[in-house]
């Protein structure tokens, strides 16, 4: 319902700014910029995203068939077995779907969102078919939307490649403060969902794992802090990434082998089924992307950063950050758009300036919320996301803060 709300929320401020724009300042080009608006996000839907997005959930489908058959995602199920059963408790012990969700959450750590999308996809089918009420999303999904959405990664591939373009003199300076602020963004949401949810925090199992993955982190920064210098970072950070894109189906493969099944065969079986939501997902995507478009275009997007400059110039504090703001208002709306706000920062201001800086860990750190409920949801025809959105917006706002704060404290 959530969604539905927003979705209705968006083409109506959109029509009434056009129209005060119209009425009251003489602009004749608002609704026609707003048409044009509307017919680009919904070709962009199909032609830019659900058509590559075909290709790549073919690969990934048919890699994670291999997978299932050679016995990967049930070792790799066992292995976090027990810290997910406490999360996920709807989830049966060793379901393929454990296994199916932590290859998600560690795609995304890499920065492989290629890869990420399809995993993600196949885990909530899964958990889809455990679902009760099939148009209602289980317990079990939102923990994991929220969880994904969240975004934890440990590298920013992506953002250290668009400041090197732009001729950063330390493209990878923003390595800490991105895994900083997405790993507090990723608590925040596990905190607000498992209230809900009643799910214990302080359970030993649990606890343990969470201190375990905060001290990773922290040995992982101070590793790379210590003994690496900015080149060497950046250069393992590509490297690594893309070694564990092409290693995982290596390892699938051999698993397959060893197990002696058709693995060309498996991959064929899984690939089908990339087509078939690839379709599936094109109603949800242009409905939201059309709807995202005309708030944008609206020019309502701009007067909600206005309204933030005009508050906070009237306390007795620093507003460089205001300037920031719209990246972090639109990348829960559009990735592209975001990115394209981000990428403007770093042309005219520069990589290496303080507003540079916090445009890239801002896009680092918040994901595009409402394109990935229509996505996953859409895949599985989930009509009632219940409190999906607001706990992966808490999520988001946490993550947001703390990139904001970061950012002075490192670049301020």
């Known amino acids: 319902m959530a969604l539905n709300y927003i979705w209705v929320f968006f083409f109506l401020i959109a029509f009434g700014i056009g129209l005060v724009k119209l009425i009251f300042f003489g602009d004749t080009e608002i609704f026609r910029l707003m048409a044009d608006g509307t017919l680009d996000s919904a070709k962009s839907a199909v032609m830019d995203i659900a058509l590559p997005l075909v290709g790549i959930m073919s690969l990934w489908l048919g890699i994670m068939r291999i997978g299932e058959k050679a016995g990967a995602v049930n070792f790799l199920s066992r292995i976090v077995g027990p810290f997910f059963n406490k999360l996920f408790p709807e989830v049966p012990k060793n379901h393929p779907a454990i296994g199916q969700m932590m290859l998600n959450f560690s795609a995304n750590l890499l920065g492989l969102d290629n890869a990420a999308t399809p995993l993600g996809l196949k885990a909530m089918s899964d958990l889809q078919e455990l679902n009760q009420d099939k148009e209602t999303a289980s317990n079990s999904q939102i923990m994991f939307l ?57 359970d030993k199992v649990v606890l343990s794992w969470l201190l375990g993955i905060s001290a990773f982190l922290g040995l992982l920064i101070w590793y790379f802090t210590a003994f690496l210098n900015k080149s060497q970072i950046s250069a393992f950070s590509g490297v690594f990434s893309n070694m564990m894109y092409l290693g995982i189906p290596v390892i699938f493969i051999l698993g397959g082998l060893r197990k002696k099944i058709n693995v060309f065969e498996a991959f064929i079986e899984g690939a089908k089924e ?44 620093d507003t460089r950050f205001v300037d920031v703001l719209p990246i972090a208002f639109l990348r829960p709306l559009s990735g592209s758009g975001a990115r394209a706000l981000m990428l403007d920062n770093l042309k005219i201001h520069g990589p290496d300036s303080f507003i540079g800086h916090m445009s890239s860990v801002l896009y680092g750190t918040a994901d595009t919320t409402f394109y990935i409920v229509a996505l996953y949801f859409g895949a599985v025809n989930i009509k009632k996301t219940r409190y999906t959105v607001p706990a992966m917006l808490i999520a988001d706002f946490a993550g947001i803060v703390t990139a904001i704060l970061i950012s002075y404290l490192f670049f301020g």
């Not at 003199?169 to 209230?195: H, N």
């Not at 939501?277 to 992307?289: A, D, Q, T």
Request: charged letters at 10%; hydrophobic letters at 55%; proline letters at 4%.
């Open 274 to 317: 990339g087509f078939e939501i690839s379709v599936k997902i094109i109603p949800y995507l242009v409905g939201l992307l059309v709807a995202v478009s005309l708030f944008r275009t609206s020019g309502a997007l701009t007067y909600l950063g206005d309204g933030f400059k005009w508050f906070f110039s009237h306390f007795n504090m």
């Open 146 to 202: 929220v969880l994904h959405a969240s975004g934890l990664t440990i590298l920013p591939i992506a953002i250290i490649a668009q400041r090197a373009i732009f001729h950063s003199k330390d493209p990878t300076d923003i390595f800490i403060p991105c895994i900083v602020a997405t790993y507090v963004a990723t608590v925040a949401g596990l905190i607000v969902v498992s209230i809900k949810q009643k799910i214990n925090l302080f």
